[in-house]
Each structure stands twice: as C-alpha cells, then as structure tokens.
C-alpha cells in the first residue's frame, strides 16, 4: 500500500500548443501538441513518482478522455484508482505565444458531480482498509455540482484512519475544510489566503501572524503560503521560514505549484525534516518551469537546483498579533 495518496475530484488531460502570434484575424496555426495527465491531485502523484516515491491517485473520470487520462497516468508508473462518473472528464489548453513569451491558458469547468459521485470516491478511499497511508492529498479544483464540503468530508474521513490531509484549495472549499480541524497541512497561494483571512496581509509578518491564528485554532498544523515569484512561506506553530524563489529559466508555469506540493510531500514521507522538504519543493517548482505544458519537474533538474534553495528563518515573537481562524471577521 502506498504511503501517500491523492484525491482529485475534477482532472483534466492538460494540452500544450504554440503559435507565432496570437490573433483574432486569422486562422491560427499551432505547433504540434502534446498531451499530459493534470489535476491537481494527479500531478502531484506524478511528482513524487519522478522523485523516486510511490503514490496512488484517487480521482473522479469519464467517457473517452476519461480512458486517455488513465492511460497517460499509469504510463507514468502511478497506480490509480479511477471512480467512473457518467459526465465527460474536462481538457484543459494552454496555448503560448512563441513572440512573446506569454501562456494563456483555457480551463474548461469539467463534468458535473453528484453527490452519489462523491460518495463513491469516499467509498474508493474507504476500501483501502484495513491499510491507510500516512498522506492524503486532496488537490485542484471543486468541479460543477460538488458540495462546497467536499474536501471537508474527505478530510474528516481520512483523519479517522489516521492519516494526515494535505490541502490544496481554495475559497469556500478551504475554508470549509479547515473548519473540521482535520487538515494536517494547507497550501493556499497568497491570493487565496487573502480571501480565506479577509484581511490585506501587506508584510511577511502579517503572514505568519495570520498563519499562526490558524494553526493556534487548530485548522491546521502547517501552513504553505505560496508567493509566485517570490517563494514561498512555511508557518508551523513555532517555526516560520521565507525563501525566495529559485530563478530558472521559465518556459511554462502550468504546474509550478503542484510540483512544488509534491516534492515537499514526498520529502516529508521519506523522512527530511520540514526545512529540507522545503527546500526540495522550491527545488521542484524551478525545475518544472523549464518544461513545456504540465511535463512537471525531472529528478535530475531537482536535484540540481536544490543547493540554490536559500531559507531564512523567522525569529519568533511573543508580542506577535494572532488574527483569528476560521472565524476572522472581514477586515474594515
């Protein structure tokens, strides 16, 4: 049984094309495509598989790109298993502009869900007993239908079996999720984080604080502030550290994020102390930048940027302003 697994309610096969020049006059003729597995979850278990880990993705699928999808992630050596719905599994497409050098990327909704959808992919999950693994990712978007607790749900069940939830969320989602006190760690980016604590969090000290608010509430016991180009944050009760992110050459950003996610489980699960699992996500997310489309990151390239990741470690202070959970009110 693998240690870690993923749970990804709305994947996608993710294509990858270029054009000289965007325009709205003319036919547009692309390069030759390539196509990968997406998902959240599902490239996140394709992470740790490339850094020499074992995880089985859990994910909802349907129809014919449904079957293309289950090709292209056991092709990758990752195990699965796939709960059918009845709705066609989305394509998500991103195009970039060669001129230019810019992405733009077209994510389609994906199938609606039902609740006996949902149930099912409890029900997947609860089969792996009597042996749960020590992880469970749940990562990506909520797709059409799915009950705004999903994740919560799916959290609170995994916890029972004593396995520790990482979330990967957003909005209402997250926010329900870490209601149930069952999240072991949460990677919101700046953005969602902002949304989440209602507040505008302008300084890295407004970050932790609010992290920290969280963390004493028991939403969580670590949380993953990504910052884009500028690194990232990690916040556990009493230990915060900020790094910038790693400079590399950038020839697509789909996937930075669920990359950085996976190396940083993957490391946790083969034993590195959260500093060095911290390292090897920044490590990940550089690396991936320089593939095309989701190809995501290389063991080699990782392993390579890894003695760039350069951590600063926050002191801590015991006057430091504590902004409330789940319960923060809106910001004035």
């Known amino acids: 049984m693998s240690r870690i697994v993923t749970i990804?309610?709305?994947?996608a096969i993710d294509v990858y094309t270029s054009v000289e020049h965007l325009s709205s006059d003319t036919?547009?003729?692309?390069?030759s495509e390539r196509r990968d597995a997406g998902g959240g979850g599902i490239n996140v278990a394709r992470v740790i598989r490339r850094l020499g880990g074992d995880a089985l993705a859990i994910y909802a699928a349907?129809?014919?790109?449904?079957?293309?999808?289950e090709h292209l992630v056991m092709s990758e050596g990752v195990h699965?298993?796939?709960t059918p719905i009845d709705g066609e599994t989305r394509e998500s497409f991103t195009v970039a502009e060669r001129s230019s050098g810019?992405?733009?990327?077209?994510v389609l909704p994906g199938p609606s869900i039902t609740e006996q959808d949902l149930q099912r992919v409890l029900e997947t999950f609860e089969g792996l007993a009597p042996q749960f693994p020590?992880?469970?990712?749940?990562s990506g978007s909520l797709p059409p239908g799915a009950p705004v607790d999903a994740y919560a749900r799916i959290a609170v069940l995994a916890k029972k079996h004593g396995c520790r939830v990482v979330l990967d969320a957003s909005g209402d989602a997250l926010r329900a999720a870490l209601q149930t006190g069952a999240v072991y760690l949460a990677k919101p980016s700046l953005n969602e984080f902002?949304?989440?604590?209602?507040?505008?969090?302008?300084?890295?000290?407004a970050i932790v604080a609010a992290a920290r608010g969280y963390i004493a509430s028991g939403d969580a016991e670590i949380i993953v502030v990504t910052l884009g180009a500028s690194g990232a944050i990690v916040v556990t009760s009493n230990q915060a550290m900020i790094a910038p992110a790693i400079a590399a050459p950038v020839v697509s950003s789909v996937g930075a994020g669920d990359s950085f996610l996976g190396a940083l489980i993957w490391a946790l699960d083969t034993g590195h102390p959260l500093?060095?699992?911290f390292r090897y996500a920044l490590a990940a997310g550089a690396a991936s930048l320089g593939a095309e489309g989701t190809q995501l990151c290389a063991q080699a390239d990782v392993e390579a940027l890894l003695p760039r990741a350069d951590l600063k470690f926050m002191p801590h202070r015991s006057d430091e302003p504590a902004i409330a959970g789940s319960d923060a009110p809106p910001s004035a």
């Open 102 to 106: 810019k992405e733009f990327r077209f």
């Open 134 to 138: 020590l992880y469970v990712v749940c």
């Open 27 to 31: 036919k547009l003729r692309c390069a």
């Open 80 to 82: 699965t298993l796939e």
């Open 62 to 69: 349907g129809g014919a790109v449904g079957s293309l999808l």
């Open 194 to 205: 902002k949304e989440l604590v209602r507040q505008p969090l302008g300084t890295t000290d």
């Open 275 to 277: 500093p060095d699992a």
């Open 8 to 11: 990804t309610l709305n994947p």
